[in-house]
């Protein structure tokens, strides 16, 4: 009973402390403009992507031929059953820029989880043990540095085919470099800290400090390159569905929907315009809460 | 300094030898291109024969070291879709792809240097602030849709620029502009911090007080110090651009590596892909050498005898 009560005020005491350094850094990144606009679009955005079958329920893949290249609402001949037009199909197009837009952020966050979950372990043993186990996860980033990004997940999406489960491990791995880079970085002028010696020196084991001393420390950098890294990801995954290797059809999604507009370029703008315009929208918002964020976190990262 | 050069010298055998090996692992990871060779009704008897002719049938780590070997010797194997030496493949496309990419790199610089350099010493007005914003949509662009923006309003709108092929400068115009467009806007947020960060140090303000006028502080004091971290980056960037053309050859129809390198891909050809992933990791490798011998003419401060 009395042990209970020691236990619960500890976990208080630990929790409060926290919970106001977050509202504190919330604040703080909330103060910068942009960095507000930006959380705001890509939460519109986010909530949309999610939301949107309560509002509009159009099925994306129905066809009707008889409504092919049916312009958008505001052009003449445009009609309110296709809002942002028809495709070559006839399928509706708002319809499938909606669909289109949980593939790109499903993949861009999930594929930089997967970034930073590889490049956090391989940062923090790199830059926290030193030694050969550093020299060699290093020279293992210089070589993946040095390979042909976009080849890489091309040919390694060809031996593994395309589903989106693939396409969010491929793209997820080939970019753990700048994590682990950034967090070995960071580690290594962590590791000659006070309060690190200090807890080594009471004896804390080397996995303790690492997950509760060093980890909590390098957050702020990891969260500004993953917002940024987002961005990146989200334009490599429409590229590599513009070339056909993308999350399979018939789910729609950006980057087909373009490379299919493409043909029609001549009669039908719309097709190739509206998914570069969604793309384009997403990744600007992206970028404003990253460049936000950065300038509030961590202003050290400014060049990247 | 001979220490030093010797310290990068192996740096990049040690990254070259490790993209061929990655390379090669997963290129034969994805299938057996004999069935794509054969004509379909080939007996089992002659899939056999031709897989023990090309060598298949060794043990992988024997088939990595023939291959090594004879890249040693500049031999790359022949194209198995082509039907000629890979290199040879590879050579008559190299120059188109160097063109597109040089050409993007030199308009990105171009136009984003002088931006980011005026942005930075009119900080926060209306100029900084319009050219910041604008970058920051030229991130956001993809540029392989920016390439089809363009062909939709300069060729089929217009009609002032051919949609694709290469030949003319008129041909290069717009995949050089959509493949330099981030670039551009990367290399304008770039100067830009670059440039604050070296304009309020103290040397500046010595220079200012010396009475120097503002434009010789400027061009010769501060930029000359925020070339370091420009060079960096453009080095970087040279090698991602060669391995970024693919989408954007694709879209011109451009015929450079990219192109030729996702037709491989598709259509299993090993000897190709390897020969172009290594050509490729070979010029990346050797730009960032380039780039580091350049530091020390840059910034001689840097030592390079530091760790005996």
Known sequence: ?304 | MLQYLFKRLWHTVYVIIGVSVISFFFIHLSGDPVMLMLPGDASHQEIEDLREQLGFNDPIYEQYLRFAGQALRGEFGHSLYYKVPAMELILERLPASLELAVAAMLIALVVAVPIGIISAVRRGSLLDMGSMLGALFGLSMPHFWLGIMLIMIFSVKLGWLPTSGRGTLAHLIMPSVALGLSLMAMFARLTRSVMLEVLSLDYIRTARSKGLKERIVISKHAFKNALIPLVTVAGMQFGFLLGGTVIIETVFAWPGVGRLVVQAIFNRDYPLVQAIVLVLAVIFVAVNFIVDMLYMYLDPQISYFEDK
């Open chain 1, 1 to 304: 009973m009395n042990q209970q009560t020691v236990v619960k005020t500890s976990i208080f005491e630990v929790i409060t402390p926290r919970l106001r350094f977050m509202a504190e850094t919330l604040r703080e990144v909330a103060r910068r403009p942009s960095a507000l606009v930006g959380g705001i679009m890509i939460t519109a955005i986010v909530l949309i992507s999610v939301g949107f079958p309560l509002f509009y329920a159009v099925d994306p893949l129905e066809q009707d031929l008889l409504a092919r290249f049916t312009p958008p609402v505001w052009q003449q001949g445009g009609s309110w059953v296709y809002p942002l037009g028809a495709d070559n199909l006839g399928r509706d197009v708002l319809s499938r820029l909606l669909y289109g837009s949980r593939v790109s952020l499903l993949v861009g966050f999930a594929a930089v989880l997967v970034a930073e979950l590889a490049g956090i372990f391989l940062g923090l043993f790199s830059g926290y043990y030193g030694g050969k186990l550093d020299s060699l996860i290093m020279r293992v980033a210089d070589i993946f540095m040095a390979y042909p990004f976009m080849l890489l997940t091309i040919s390694v999406i060809a031996v593994l085919g395309n589903s989106i489960f693939n396409l969010i491990l491929v793209l997820g791995l080939s970019d753990w470099v700048t994590y682990a880079r950034t967090i070995r970085g960071s580690v290594l002028s962590l590791k000659e800290k006070e309060f690190v010696e200090a807890s080594r020196a009471i004896g804390t084991p080397h996995r303790v400090v690492i997950f509760r001393h060093i980890l909590p420390n390098v957050i702020s950098p990891l969260l500004v390159l993953g917002t940024l890294r987002v961005a990146n990801i989200i334009i490599w995954e429409s590229g590599l569905s513009f070339l056909g290797m993308g999350v399979p059809p018939p789910m729609p999604t950006w980057g087909r929907m373009l490379a299919e507009g493409r043909l029609y370029i001549t009669d039908a703008w719309w097709l190739v315009t509206l998914p570069g315009l969604a793309i384009m929208l997403t990744i600007f918002s992206i970028n404003l809460l990253g460049d936000g964020l950065r300038d509030a976190l961590d202003p050290r990262l400014r060049n990247i």
